[in-house]
């Protein structure tokens, strides 16, 4: 259910390699979605404040904050501030879903290439290392890629909430802006083997989106914020619990 994009065809909607939303689809989508709000001004306005986020595991929050429609902006017309929304979640069809690969990103400092990204709504929300089933370590390398990525063009990692590191046997998954084999977790599922679908399952649309609104958090201890994601065993608790209730 995601649309491919060729890295040429990302890089035309990025409008350079220090680019990372797909700036015309997410003004389009953004009007849409809340079109007794913004006006073409006020939509401006509000994507350059997604794209002048603190370059942070703060930003990376309050990016979050801005999928979840938990950001507002001024209208005049109202007199007060009203939230935006910038992903339909009750109605996965009113949005647009993106995956591309060779996500090249060069920033002041030097560039990186991301290997498969997913994007909703012109926003980056995933981001995927895939490594060679031939490499024992392929996991560990990259973890490595993807917290070398953190250092050295963080900017690539403002955007993306989850992350993904595979090598056609095994599938981790965990949440950007703590990457560490602790908070490396295995995608579990019945059919053993069966790698393609296990992808498919992990990407299916309603289930990432699910994982956006509600399963990734963001917390402070000891003064430092820290950001985790629910595991497959204990989303599945929530849901059941919320159902009886």
């Not at 992990?202 to 914020?225: A, G, M, N, P, Q």
Request: proline share 3%; charged share 30%.
């Amino acid at each position: 259910g995601w649309t491919y994009l060729s890295p040429d065809d990302a890089l035309m909607q990025r409008g350079s390699e220090s680019g990372m939303v797909f700036r015309t689809l997410l003004k389009i989508r953004l009007l849409a979605l809340n079109p007794d709000i913004l006006d073409d001004e006020l939509v401006d306005r509000f994507i350059k404040r997604i794209e002048t986020a603190k370059v942070s595991i703060e930003g990376n929050q309050v990016i979050l904050q801005f999928l979840k429609g938990e950001q507002n902006v001024f209208v005049p017309s109202e007199k007060r501030e009203l939230a935006v929304r910038l992903i339909d979640f009750e109605n996965p069809d009113n949005n647009d879903f993106h995956v591309t690969d060779e996500w090249r990103f060069t920033n002041d400092k030097g560039g990186n290439r991301a290997d498969v990204v997913f994007l909703i709504n012109g926003i980056p929300v995933i981001i995927v290392e895939t490594k060679s089933a031939k490499k024992q370590e392929g996991i560990s390398e990259g973890i490595t890629q993807l917290r070398r990525y953190e250092a050295e063009t963080p900017e690539l990692m403002l955007f993306p909430q989850i992350f993904d590191v595979t090598h056609l046997l095994d599938f981790f998954y965990g949440v950007t802006w703590n990457i560490t084999r602790k908070n490396l977790f295995n995608w579990k599922e019945v059919e053993k083997g069966n790698f393609e679908q296990k992808a498919k399952r992990f990407f299916d649309r309603e289930r990432v989106l699910r994982l956006l609104k509600d399963y990734i958090v963001f917390t402070k201890k000891d003064d430092e914020l820290t950001k985790i994601i629910l595991r497959q065993h204990q989303a599945r608790a929530v849901e059941k619990v919320v159902e009886r209730a």
